[in-house]
């Protein structure tokens, strides 16, 4: 049998060690405290360091997979645009835009709406700096102002539209399990046993955030509270206050309340375990779309969805503009563009499980294609 590791175990990622060393010192850390570090520490984190995507990182997202998903997303802010009344100026969001692709294909496709260039600013909100620095190659040709910010609060006031893709997932959640015996709600809580990270649950009871926890809950069930989810919505609402706001988020997670642990390490295209890799492994959550389109409405932001991914695609165009691009390749790269469309629209594959859903307000209402 191998020996248990310690924290000074050379097997350890360094920032397992760094955790380690601070659960010694203070004792375990909630799981929203774990997922945070292995995403964000300044020195570990995995969004700090690389660039996750495509064959050589860990995971792919739809922009990666085919064009036709940002040029869709573009011709849908530009027709944003014009039902807003073509603001003079307009503030062109994206949270964590990855490589930059899905932001160069929008404003490629948005070269063909008259004024909407002139009009628009673009706000990259990245922490990762790998990442900037493909962003900007991406977008070094375009011809709008592009600025970067660390968090959404810093984008100056102003129409805005904001575009979200697979950025919901990598906020870290919290997980509360159901303790029937004493009637009360538990964190999840982690600490270092014997060279091992192991889950725990607190011993005082937490406070149940709003949920909407069936009456039937049984004995250990799980719910994830994601309160980054919250904190951004809550800009969003700031914004429509005084401006119009459309933001669409894309993501995968489920429509229905429900329970269940979810959070899951990804590493090289496969699952990995939740302790294997500190600051190695992505760490990613479903979203649970009926929480934030019940805190949106709280707020006054009008919800539109959430729809399958496939649907929202196809009643956005895709069929057409995919025959656009048929009409000029190859056989062979006809074959390579419809089977990535179908990888994006299949109800196996990504159309289902990937949901999209549109919050707005400021004198924003119902937008196509809901
Ligand atoms: N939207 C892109 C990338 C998705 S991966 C695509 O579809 O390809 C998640 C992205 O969000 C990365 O760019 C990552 O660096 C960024 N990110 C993760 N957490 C963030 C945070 N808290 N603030 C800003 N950006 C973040």
């Keep these: 049998m191998m020996p248990p590791l310690t924290a000074k175990d050379p097997g350890l990622t360094p920032l397992a060690k760094k955790l380690a060393g601070r659960i010694a010192a203070r004792g375990p850390v909630t799981l929203h405290e774990y997922m945070e570090a292995c995403l964000y520490d300044p020195g570990h984190g995995y969004y700090k360091k690389r660039d996750p995507l495509g064959r050589a990182g860990d995971f792919i997202t739809a922009p990666e997979i085919s064009q036709v998903f940002g040029e869709l997303i573009g011709l849908w802010a530009g027709e944003t645009w014009c039902i807003a009344g073509q603001p003079q100026e307009v503030r062109l969001i994206e949270l964590g835009p990855g ?38 190659r991406a977008l070094s040709s375009i011809r709008c102002p592009v600025s ?33 015996a004493a009637q009360l709600w538990r964190e999840r809580m982690i600490g270092f046993e014997d060279g091992r990270f192991e889950f725990e649950l607190s011993s005082k009871g937490v406070e149940v955030p709003r949920h909407p926890v069936s009456p039937g809950i049984e004995d250990g069930a799980i719910v994830e509270v994601r309160p980054g989810a919250a904190e951004i919505l809550r800009t969003f609402a700031a914004r429509a206050a005084v401006a119009p706001l459309a933001a669409l988020v894309i993501d995968y997670g489920y429509s229905q309340p429900s329970s269940g642990d979810t ?42 969805g959430p729809m399958p991914m496939g649907e929202w695609l196809l009643r956005l165009g895709l069929e057409a503009r995919v025959r656009q691009l048929l009409a000029c390749v190859t056989a062979e790269d006809a074959i390579e563009i419809r089977s990535r469309v179908s990888r994006l629209v299949g109800p196996a594959q990504m159309g289902v499980l990937f949901k ?8 924003l209402g119902r937008l196509p294609p809901f």
Aim: net charge negative; glycine share 6%.
């Design 263 to 304: 959070v899951k390490a990804v590493r090289q295209h496969r699952f990995a375990g939740l302790f294997e890799a500190p600051g190695e492994a992505d760490l990613t959550a479903h979203v649970d779309f009926s929480d934030l389109v019940q805190s949106a409405r709280e707020l006054k932001l009008d919800a539109l």
């Design 148 to 180: 970067w910010h660390e968090r959404i609060e810093e984008v100056p006031a102003g129409a805005a539209i904001v575009i979200a893709n697979e950025f919901f997932d990598c906020l870290p959640v919290r997980q509360i399990a159901f303790d029937e």
């Design 356 to 363: 999209a859903v549109v919050f707005t307000g400021g004198g």
């Design 99 to 136: 490589r930059g692709t899905l932001m160069a294909d929008a404003l490629r496709a948005l070269r063909v709406l008259p004024g909407f260039l002139q009009s628009a600013s673009v706000h990259l909100v990245e922490t990762s700096a790998p990442l900037r620095a493909l962003q900007e």
